[in-house]
């Protein structure tokens, strides 16, 4: 069973609704710990602030939990939204909550009414040291909550240039051919981290004092004929190819000589 990671009471209006949360989704990650360089033992890091160029002032955790705002207990619905209108790009982390001890009644009266109008719960909520506005809303699985960036972490879009590039119908609709070739019903399970595989696999390989060897690079070739990449393109996918294509890039990207992977083992150190 997952741990609880904050309990406390969902409000709403007048009624109080005690609640635990559990993570809905964790990143899986081979992790590195910091040793240090003489003796290899974990590296200790206080807690601190600089506060000008190499000066700290340290804060243990008991004061920094006498600074905790009131949603560090009571998680306040502030108010309403249609979740539509909800940009994902604001989304962070994601959580369980479910009802805990004498809220189930109250949890599932919120939880129907959400369903029926379509609105989702915009609240605050305070852990892990920092006050999070989040989104609530309900799910097969319950009430899903999901931390959320403020407005002002939201990096601004760089200006694109392709207001001025025009399509021909035949490179739209060939596009639209690649597209729904492609298309599968979304299946998650079905992805994997290769980069963490090949962590593993080194890892393995180092304790065995054996060498690694190096991971081979797709060669990226540039695109001269756009319209012909396409009915290429389709073509591999209706008759794949024993060999990996070529994959076409933009000619900015491909500038200068292309690079090829090397061959053969290195040792890992």
Not at 139 to 164: P, W
Request: with cysteine; charged share 25%; proline share 6%.
């Amino acid at each position: 069973m997952a741990s609880t990671v904050w309990k406390g009471h969902l409000t709403f209006g007048l009624i109080s609704i005690p609640v635990r949360m559990t993570t809905a989704a964790r990143s899986e990650r081979i992790s590195f710990n910091q040793l240090h360089k003489e003796c290899h033992t974990r590296v200790k890091q206080p807690l601190g602030y600089e506060y000008e160029k190499d000066q700290y002032v340290l804060f243990t955790e008991e004061e920094l939990d006498k600074v905790e705002p009131p949603s560090a207990r009571v998680m306040e619905i502030l108010e309403f939204v249609k979740l539509a209108e909800v940009d994902p790009l604001y989304f962070d982390a994601s959580y369980y909550v479910a009802p805990d001890e004498g809220g189930a009644k109250a949890y599932k009266l919120l939880m129907n009414a959400m369903e029926e109008s379509g609105y989702a719960a915009i609240a605050k909520l305070t852990m892990h040291q920092r006050e999070h506005i989040v989104v609530v809303r309900p799910s097969a699985k319950g009430l899903t909550l999901h931390t959320m960036f403020y407005s002002n972490e939201i990096r601004a879009v760089e200006s694109s240039s392709t207001d001025q590039v025009e399509l021909k119908d035949q490179e739209k609709k060939l596009a639209q051919q690649l597209i729904e070739n492609l298309a599968v019903p979304f299946q998650p399970e079905k992805y994997h981290d290769t980069y963490q595989d090949n962590v593993r696999a080194m890892i393995a390989a180092k304790l065995k004092g054996q060498e690694v060897t190096e991971v081979a690079q797709p060669h990226l070739a540039p695109v001269i004929d756009l319209m012909e990449a396409l009915k290429k393109s389709l073509a591999e996918r209706q008759a794949p190819a024993k060999k990996p294509p070529v994959r076409a890039v933009e000619p900015a990207a491909a500038a200068g000589p292309v690079a090829v992977p090397k061959k053969g083992k290195k040792a890992v150190g």
